[in-house]
């Protein structure tokens, strides 16, 4: 068995692009943390908004993402105050080219959240994509910084795409580690 540590190593040297210590984790501690904030709204409302959000969801995925809008918009009107459905129709209004829109509804999940849990988390890091289109680095890596705290591996991975010498020195690592693995036999 390896230590956290010896995980953390052999971690950057297969995956030369995430960061340094950079392991995935489990989602058992998500589910439940969003479960205990969607606690605080009323079970019948939060089973209607949820529906409405797993339908916007399949509409999304079939291609029918004006559907999908409205009901994202559907299920923000039963539970305004939810951060979820903010994301969901960020995604879909992007897809629609509208990436005020999406900056908007992200900027509103980023604020309910108060930028923690799943919702926080998810806000940040599709924040910080449109962010990092739109030629505003400082602004996207500061959202993935926040994201990549909550837990994002995603968010990490983007942080070292905005600093290629991180990834520059893993692979380096790797290929140390390589080469002492294999070493080449020199011939006399």
């Known amino acids: 068995m390896c230590t956290p540590r010896d995980s953390a190593v052999l971690h950057a040297i297969?995956?030369?692009?995430?960061p340094f210590g950079d392991i995935c984790e489990g989602e058992d501690n998500d589910a439940r943390e969003e479960a205990d904030l969607d606690s605080r709204f009323p079970a019948d409302l939060l089973e209607a908004a949820l529906a409405l959000e797993q339908s916007g969801v399949k509409a999304a995925e079939s291609g029918d993402v004006r559907t999908a809008v409205q009901k994202f918009t559907e299920a923000i009107a039963i539970l305004p105050d939810r951060p979820s459905a903010y994301n969901n129709r960020a995604q879909a209004l992007r897809l629609e080219g509208d990436e005020t829109g999406a900056?908007?509804?992200?900027?509103h999940a980023v604020e309910?959240?108060?930028g923690a849990g799943i919702a926080g988390r998810q806000a940040l890091v599709q924040r910080g994509l449109i962010l990092r289109l739109k030629g505003n680095d400082e602004a996207a890596r500061s959202d993935f910084?926040?994201?990549?705290?909550l837990g994002s591996g995603f968010a990490r991975q983007q942080l070292v795409l905005l600093n290629p010498y991180a990834a520059l020195c893993n692979r380096m690592l790797r290929d140390m580690v390589m080469k002492l693995q294999e070493p080449d036999i020199q011939e006399c």
């Open 14 to 18: 297969f995956n030369p692009n995430a």
């Open 112 to 114: 309910l959240s108060r």
């Open 145 to 149: 910084q926040r994201a990549a705290q």
């Open 103 to 107: 900056l908007q509804d992200l900027n």
